[in-house]
């Protein structure tokens, strides 16, 4: 099993930043891929970024490309998502998730492809 720990939401005004952390526990080396997802009142869960363990490549949802970035330390287990030019559509409860695949396991961008999920973290950002 894996634990996940989100923290570092917030209010902030549109344009203003936030960073999220997310921490690992558990059985972390079976650690493929850590992504964040989120979900707006009203709205599917959508992905926005994900990071691999082994190489530190990335992937981000279109919206958010160019403003966030995601980034990892192995050592302390943590992944953070960097989070600028913050705009009202990015209010959301921002989950962090890990997905078993292991060092060889590809980069993952599907819900369904996530095995372990955190409590979420509130992000309001005001107008």
């Known amino acids: 099993q894996v634990q996940l720990v989100e923290s570092g939401g917030g209010l902030v005004q549109a344009g203003g930043s936030l960073r999220l952390s997310c921490v690992a526990s558990g059985r972390t080396f079976s650690i493929g891929t850590t992504g964040w997802f989120r979900q707006a009142p009203g709205k599917e869960r959508e992905f926005v970024a994900a990071?691999?363990?082994?190489?530190?490549?990335?992937s981000f949802a279109p919206s958010v490309k160019g403003r966030f970035t995601i980034s990892r330390d192995n050592a302390k287990n943590t992944v953070w998502l960097q989070m600028n030019s913050l705009k009202p559509e990015d209010t959301a409860v921002y989950y962090c998730a890990a997905n078993d695949g292991g060092i060889f396991g590809a980069l993952k961008t599907q819900e369904s492809d996530y095995n372990y999920w955190g409590q979420g973290t509130q992000v309001t950002v005001s107008s």
């Open positions: 990071i691999r363990w082994s190489t530190g490549s990335t």
